[in-house]
């Protein structure tokens, strides 16, 4: 009885203090306001407000292996770099964390031959740019930290560190073999998208311009045991560069919720790189749908007609997804150092609190721009790392079969 006083007491001073926020937030000044449950009147306030402490997760590729050969000692990401991200711009824009894409580009096909067997210093390549992430990673541990759990990331910025993930930009670049994505878990990658602009052994690519000829319709075999491996590590399942039905296939066979690292809305500009409205519907909580998050990338040419693209454009790609998907579905990609052009007003990371300005005007709510920041990507990262740790109690077995047109190897003795 006196536990129910007590309860009921605390319940309605919650109540009180509700009806006290709500009713007198337009008196409260812009400063205190964020603390109390309210935004600044101001969107642009309102923008440093909420990204203080929701901040935003980024997609970043490889400036350093194109411009320093991968030397690290050379690269000073405190001083202004040549492309879109350094440290001064990265604290500008209230960026709280970051996907170092540790990216090698497909093979041309001659030299990887028919059966994607003969390219086999892709691996290579990609040890050496997540190094490089490492490296850098470490160079300025008061700025970057290497995360690998959702914890970890939610530590470092709580520590106003940059959460640093690495993940690898397209299956091509394991050499076909699912041994190599655990070696990579093991220095630390998170996401794997499933293809770059290349078929791979794996699935099928969009490509890049529209008309790339579809090779396995989707996901081979051997790319839904990759998925199964990558659902039991809990290496998220990136759908960015992927094909329509690769999309389709692979979130409704994910065990665990899937990511589009940066990739915007087909609807909106019709490119292959976007996500049309009949993948979109595939995201959500219901029987059919997986959970997901599209990350909006900012690429002129994805995002709008040519001299069209700028803040308001791209913010209509964020609303178009969330339209269809609901607002937890959608994220910030941008691809700053992996695209030439920027929308006007988007030029590099420091950008990142006008977009939020614009969807504070258009309506957005602190929960919801937290999501699109950052908490929408921890919570598909929660997701991936539950079902890792379910598949891993119920005692499910790694993968350890062959690429099938592999040259080298015996295949599994139970195959032979
Ligand atoms: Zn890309």
Known sequence: ?????????????????????????????????????????????AALAIMKQAPVIVHLPYLVRLAYGNNVSAVDLETRMPGHVDIPRLRKGRVGGFFWSAYVGCANPEEEGKDFTDATWIVRDTLEQIDVARELISKYPDTFQLTTTSREVEVAISNGKIASLIGIE????????????RQ?????????????????????????????????????????????????????????????DTASQAILYSKAPVIWSHSSAREVHDVPRNVP??????????????????????SPFFIADEGMANVQAVAD???????????????????????????????????????????ITRGWNKVEIAGLTGDNLLRILKGAEKTARHMQAVGTAPIYDLYPKRPDLPLRQDDL
């Open 317 to 359: 790609h964020v609303e178009h997804i969330a339209n269809i998907t609901g607002k937890a579905h959608v994220g910030i990609g941008s691809d700053f150092d992996g695209i030439g052009d920027t929308p006007t007003g988007l030029e590099d990371v420091s950008k990142y609190p006008d977009l939020i300005a614009e969807l």
């Open 184 to 244: 990579y878990y093991a220095l630390g990658v998170r996401y794997v998208t499933l293809t770059h602009i290349c078929h791979n052994a794996f699935a099928d690519s969009c490509g890049y311009l529209p008309g790339i000829k579809p090779l396995h319709h989707g996901l081979s075999s051997f790319g839904r045991l990759l998925i199964d491996e990558m659902n039991r590590l809990g290496v998220l399942v990136d759908l960015s560069h992927t094909s329509d």
């Open 170 to 181: 397209g299956a091509h670049q394991l050499g076909n073999s699912i041994a190599a994505l």
């Open 1 to 45: 009885m006196a536990r129910k006083i007590v309860w009921t007491g605390l319940t309605l001073l919650f109540v009180a203090a509700l009806v006290f926020f709500l009713g007198f937030a337009d008196l409260l000044s812009d400063e205190l306001s964020p603390w109390i449950g309210t935004l600044p009147n101001d969107p642009h306030k």
């Open 277 to 298: 409205d009949k993948v979109l519907r595939l995201i959500g909580k219901a029987e059919n749908q997986n959970d997901a998050v599209v990350m909006v990338n900012f």
